[in-house]
């Protein structure tokens, strides 16, 4: 599975969009790019993922460049309780017999203020 | 996405002796996943476990440590065996049914 960069923190006024970069100048063809965010002491939970073209779902929106080797997550109007981890995968789409372990990295840890 | 149960959710263990970790899917998966989460860290999978066969465990972790049952298609544990401080950590199931979906977690303290 491709490699991703994130920025280590970022901050975000509440009400504000926030928007989280990821690098993956590596990715593969047939590689999706999934977000995770992780909140204190919970397990990851799943926000969005996309192929090529741009995703939006009632938490986020997911824009990817023109050449996938990278990619936006938008909060749209970020609250206090988006406060969190969050982890931006590469790998090879899920379903079927096709899916298998995520590797995370690092993540951005995102600080939400009043 | 999958329901999972995750037991116990804390747990304080004396160096030496042994926790199992229990995992509970409320639909069957073919594959569950374990990972081990240390304090300030990112997740680190340990295994893969399928039903009928043995898990596949990834580099740095072997059998003898963290023995894995998957007796069943909703089912599984995860044992760490003789801990010691260094195993201080929260542990987590993972499958993907429509999705990938983690347990709550499992925070391990060692003394």
Same mark, same amino acid.
């Given at each position: 599975?491709?490699?991703? /960069? %994130?920025?280590?923190?970022?901050?975000?006024?509440?009400?504000?969009?926030?928007?989280?970069?990821?690098? +993956?100048?590596?990715? *593969?063809?047939?590689?999706?790019?999934?977000?995770?965010? %992780?909140?204190? *002491? %919970?397990?990851? %939970?799943?926000?969005? +993922?996309?192929?090529?073209?741009?995703?939006?779902?009632?938490?986020?929106?997911?824009?990817? /460049?023109?050449?996938?080797? *990278?990619?936006?997550?938008?909060?749209?109007?970020?609250?206090?309780?988006?406060?969190?981890?969050?982890?931006?995968?590469?790998?090879?789409?899920?379903?079927? /017999?096709?899916?298998?372990?995520?590797?995370?990295?690092?993540?951005?840890?995102?600080?939400?203020?009043? | 996405?999958?329901?999972?149960?995750?037991?116990?959710?804390? !747990?304080?263990?004396?160096?030496?002796?042994?926790?199992?970790?229990?995992?509970?899917? !409320?639909?069957?998966?073919?594959?569950?996943?374990?990972?081990?989460?240390?304090?300030?860290?990112?997740?680190? @999978?340990?295994?893969?476990?399928?039903?009928?066969?043995?898990?596949?465990?990834?580099?740095?972790?072997?059998? !003898?440590?963290?023995?894995?049952?998957?007796?069943? @298609?909703?089912?599984?544990?995860?044992?760490?065996?003789?801990?010691?401080?260094? !195993?201080?950590?929260?542990?987590?199931?993972?499958?993907?049914?429509?999705?990938?979906?983690?347990?709550?977690?499992?925070?391990?303290?060692?003394?």
């Amino acid at each position: 599975d491709a490699k991703t /960069t %994130q920025p280590t923190s970022m901050d975000c006024a509440e009400g504000r969009a926030a928007n989280l970069p990821c690098n +993956h100048s590596t990715i *593969s063809g047939n590689e999706y790019v999934y977000w995770y965010r %992780q909140i204190h *002491s %919970q397990g990851p %939970q799943y926000i969005i +993922h996309g192929l090529k073209n741009n995703e939006t779902n009632e938490m986020a929106s997911l824009i990817i /460049t023109e050449d996938r080797k *990278s990619s936006t997550l938008i909060l749209p109007h970020a609250t206090l309780r988006d406060t969190a981890v969050y982890y931006c995968i590469v790998r090879v789409g899920a379903g079927g /017999t096709s899916y298998g372990k995520l590797t995370f990295g690092q993540g951005t840890i995102l600080t939400v203020h009043p | 996405s999958a329901v999972i149960s995750q037991k116990p959710s804390r !747990d304080i263990c004396q160096r030496g002796t042994s926790l199992t970790i229990q995992c509970q899917v !409320d639909s069957q998966v073919t594959m569950m996943f374990w990972y081990r989460q240390q304090p300030g860290q990112s997740l680190t @999978l340990i295994a893969t476990a399928n039903q009928g066969s043995e898990a596949t465990y990834e580099s740095g972790f072997v059998i !003898d440590k963290f023995p894995i049952s998957r007796p069943n @298609l909703t089912f599984s544990t995860l044992t760490v065996s003789n801990m010691s401080p260094e !195993d201080s950590s929260i542990y987590l199931c993972s499958v993907y049914r429509d999705g990938y979906t983690f347990g709550s977690g499992t925070r391990l303290t060692v003394v």
